[in-house]
C-alpha cells in the first residue's frame, strides 16, 4: 500500500481527494490537515510514502512545506495548485519536489502520479514546464528573494529583520536594490511582483 497524506486548506477539494483516491486498492490515505505548519509537523509524524501539497496554504507555502518535509521525512512530495506561477517550478524543483501537478488533473491520473513518483520518477505537467521554459529570469539574490518573501507577511522592516535575524540597515539595503532591479516604488510593489513572478 502507498501511504498518501494530503494537505490542502480547501476542505472541499482535500476531502474529494481523500475520497477518490482511498477508492484505489494501492492507495491508503492517512489524516489530512489545512495548512502548511501543520502539514510539517503531521508529516514528520505520519511518514508518509506520499505527501500532496496545495501550493497555496496559510502559514507555508507548499514548496516551503515541501522543503521542510524533505530534510526529515523520507518521502515523495508532489504539488498540486489553482495558480502555476512561472518560478514556483523552479523553487519546486530546486527543493527536489517529485511532481508538480494542476489541480485540474483528474483523480485517476493523479494516482498514477502518485504510483509514479513512488517507482522513482518524477512527473511535471506539461503545460506547467511550458510555461516555466519561457518564464523571466529572476535578477534577484537569494538574500533579496528572502527579505521579499518576510515582507508578505511583516508589516515592519523591524519585524522582517527579527523574522530573518538581521540588522533593519540590511534589510532596507536588500528592499532598496530589490526596488531598484525591479523599477517599482515601494517594498509592496516589489513582494508582489516577486510573487507573481513565483521567485517567492
Given amino acids: 500500500m502507498i501511504r498518501v497524506f494530503i494537505a490542502d486548506d480547501e476542505t472541499m ?3 474529494a481527494m481523500e475520497t477518490l483516491l482511498g ?6 490515505i492517512l489524516p489530512g490537515v489545512a495548512d502548511g505548519q501543520t502539514a510539517v509537523a503531521a508529516a514528520q509524524q505520519l511518514q508518509p510514502d506520499v505527501c500532496v501539497l496545495d501550493l497555496e496554504m496559510p502559514e ?3 514548496v516551503e512545506v515541501a522543503r521542510q518535509i524533505n530534510r526529515t521525512v523520507a518521502t515523495k512530495v508532489i504539488i498540486c495548485t489553482r495558480h ?3 518560478g514556483v517550478l523552479r523553487r519546486a524543483l530546486a527543493e527536489k519536489v517529485a511532481g508538480f501537478v494542476p489541480k ?3 483523480v485517476e491520473r493523479l494516482a498514477g502520479v502518485i504510483r509514479e513518483v513512488m517507482a522513482g520518477g518524477r512527473y511535471i505537467d506539461a503545460d506547467i514546464a511550458a510555461t516555466a521554459l519561457t518564464a523571466e529570469h529572476c535578477p ?7 527579505v521579499l518573501r518576510a515582507g508578505r507577511d511583516a508589516t515592519t522592516i523591524a519585524q522582517i529583520a527579527e523574522r530573518l535575524n538581521l540588522a533593519q540597515g ?4 536588500y528592499v532598496s536594490t530589490a526596488m531598484q532591479k525591479l523599477g517599482v516604488s515601494t517594498r509592496t510593489e516589489a513582494a508582489q511582483y516577486a510573487w507573481e513572478q513565483g521567485w517567492i
Avoid at 477508492?23 to 491508503?28: A, K, L, S
Fill in 13 to 15: 477539494i482535500r476531502t
Fill in 23 to 28: 477508492m484505489e486498492e494501492d492507495i491508503e
Fill in 60 to 62: 507555508l507555502d507548499g
Fill in 84 to 86: 502555476a506561477r512561472p
Fill in 104 to 106: 485540474s488533473t483528474p
Fill in 140 to 146: 534577484l539574490t537569494d538574500r533579496e528573494l528572502d
Fill in 170 to 173: 540590511t534589510v532596507r539595503n
